[in-house]
């Protein structure tokens, strides 16, 4: 796939001077001017924060922002240079779009997409999009679910049997991908209690629903996903418990560029 799914605004080249206080990164600009940005990321950013590494900004002329610079991506020497996106609230958007795109063949067939739906069994959490179908498959009639049967060879998904028309609603989550070990792509990068109630949540869900974990390869040089043991082993043992309930993983590889972001299909998982 060789189109863009996102297009960047003007973005604005610099060199990353340091980051602080989690929320701000000094970054000198080709002028030689050195403005505060906002890095939108949270998390350790584990071999994403480099300083002395060429990064792109976005600017906004809201006069409401106390920083008008968004620190959008880093680039990277780990395999060859590549450019990584660092805003995590950039993957839903674009995930989003994608969506309502149908780029995504592994979901099959939803009318609707809906975002930030309430689910869980307090009621107190929400999913990042939940896919709808105008129709039901009767999943109690055995006869039904034998003539639907069909066989997937789509390399991110363990489960390897899927119906042609189920049309059970689809619970998806996102999580941004940027911590790497050579070519392997590895999430978390830390221990992410948040990321474990995400799994138990969607497990829950099983089998009356299709629950899908869709991990955002914010780069393009990684062709393989597994989650980051070392930095949380219960994320790791939560996630393979949940694949052998039915949970699918969808390990998406994206290209991203100071000019935008294209869809690369689907890493290999390996568990």
Not at 5 to 33: M, N, Q
Not at 37 to 50: F, L, Q, R, S
């Amino acid at each position: 796939m060789s189109d863009f799914i996102y297009h960047y605004p003007t973005l604005y080249p610099g060199i990353l001077l340091k980051r602080y206080k989690r929320f701000f990164a000094d970054v000198e600009l080709a002028s030689g001017e050195i403005v505060t940005a906002h890095c939108p990321n949270t998390g350790p950013m584990k071999g994403v924060y480099i300083p002395g590494n060429p990064v792109q900004l976005s600017k906004t002329d809201n006069p409401k922002r106390k920083l008008a610079y968004t620190w959008e991506m880093i680039q990277l020497h780990d395999n060859e240079p590549v450019w990584v996106g660092v805003n995590t609230g950039l993957p839903n958007k674009i995930i989003k779009i994608a969506l309502q795109k149908y780029i995504f063949p592994e979901l099959g067939k939803y009318d609707e997409v809906k975002s930030e739906v309430v689910y869980g069994q307090d009621r107190k959490s929400r999913i990042d999009f939940c896919l709808l179908s105008a129709e039901k498959i009767n999943l109690s009639n055995p006869l039904a679910l034998i003539d639907n049967i069909i066989d997937t060879n789509y390399v991110g998904i363990k489960n390897k049997s899927l119906l042609k028309d189920d049309n059970r609603q689809i619970y998806l989550e996102v999580k941004n991908t940027t911590w790497t070990d050579k070519r392997l792509a590895l999430f978390p990068d830390t221990e992410t209690t948040r990321g474990q109630k995400h799994l138990r949540e969607l497990m829950a869900l099983l089998p009356q629903s299709r629950g899908v974990m869709l991990y955002f390869i914010n780069r393009s040089d990684c062709t393989h996903f597994a989650p980051g043991d070392n930095a949380d082993p219960l994320y790791g043992e939560l996630l393979r418990q949940a694949v052998s309930m039915g949970l699918e993983v969808l390990p998406c590889r994206f290209e991203t560029t100071p000019e935008g972001v294209k869809y690369l299909g689907l890493a290999e998982l390996q568990l």
